[in-house]
């Protein structure tokens, strides 16, 4: 026994976890695209009428946060192979060899039903529904169908992106209404021209993939194109609550900044530097540029319509 317990005193302590592996468990959830997911979720539950338990109201951005990550988690799965060949992406914990494939689709489902569950038991089985359907669509129509298949894999799997408004609203009044569609709507216009965006400085990664994202098959001048029509589009659809006496003063002022920026730079995208295939002369600065104003135009209008609310109620 002693010499056990001898033993036991100069053997090293066992590491409580590894940080890197946790990283990488992590990195499944996609996090940076979580971040927004979460947060025009919680406008959504923030803006509608009704009170709910700030706790429940917790638990409701969590599952919300869990059934993003959840989507994430397969859709790494499904992907791993054009995940291999793309820069970008090479460096994921699938394509990398740190995570096991069966694994991480199995964290993405076990995830993917305990949010939807909690949902409905933490607050009603209609946001717990709307939840369903954003994983479901984000992985089957978007990931499985449509992203390898046509160049309007991005428009109709914008949807997958925009339902979390819905889901934050209908958590709180177990319903929708006109205000959680029209965001739903701001979300879904958003996602082409701010993809696309990237796109133009990725084409190289989604050719070699054989992803037929907009520039790969329809070439750089029609992708620079699109992204000002629907940014056109975009615009006024952003001031659509504040026309319908759905939001105030702060929210329109600051939709009318952050549209005629984004046009802005929809405009420097069409207009920048290219030769006679479409392709930029100087690194595509201004699809750069483009794709990051508009993480800015999307936070900002539903960070202001927040705003708008808590001022103006």
């Not at 082409?192 to 001048?221: C, E, K, N």
Request: proline fraction near 6%.
């Amino acid at each position: 026994m002693s010499d056990l317990i001898e033993r036991g005193a100069s053997a090293p302590l066992p590491v409580s976890a590894d940080w890197s592996e946790l990283r990488d468990w992590a990195a499944l959830l996609k996090p940076r695209v979580m971040t927004l997911v979460v947060f025009t979720g919680a406008v959504g539950m923030l803006v509608a009428p009704g009170p709910i338990h700030p706790v429940l109201a917790a638990v409701a951005i969590l599952c919300i946060a869990l059934g993003a990550g959840a989507a994430g988690a397969i859709n790494m799965w499904y992907d791993r192979d054009i995940d291999a060949v793309m820069r970008r992406t090479a460096r994921r914990p699938i394509p990398a060899g740190r995570i096991a494939p069966e694994a991480a689709l199995g964290f993405g489902i076990v995830l993917a039903v305990f949010s939807v569950l909690l949902m409905g038991l933490a607050t009603n089985w209609h946001a717990a529904g709307w939840l369903a359907g954003s994983i479901l669509f984000y992985v089957l129509v978007y990931t499985m169908w449509l992203k390898r298949r046509t160049p309007q894999n991005i428009v109709i799997g914008g949807a997958a992106g925009a339902f979390p408004p819905v889901i934050g609203w209908a958590a709180v009044t177990g319903g929708v209404d006109v205000l959680p569609l029209i965001l739903f709507a701001i979300v879904f216009v958003w996602t082409p021209p701010h993809f696309w965006a990237l796109s133009l400085w990725a084409h190289g990664d989604y050719q070699r993939a054989g992803v037929p994202m907009l520039p790969v098959v329809a070439g750089a001048r029609e992708t620079r194109r699109q992204i000002l029509l629907y940014t056109l589009l975009l615009a006024p659809l952003g001031l659509l609550p504040s026309l319908l006496g759905l939001a105030g003063w702060i929210y329109g002022a600051t939709a009318v900044v952050l549209g005629a920026g984004f046009l802005f730079h929809a405009h420097r995208v069409l207009r920048e530097a290219q030769d006679e295939r479409g392709v930029s002369l100087v690194g595509d600065l201004a699809a750069r540029h483009a794709f990051r104003f508009s993480l800015l135009h999307l936070a900002g209008l539903f960070a202001a319509l927040a705003v708008d609310h808590w001022v103006l109620g």
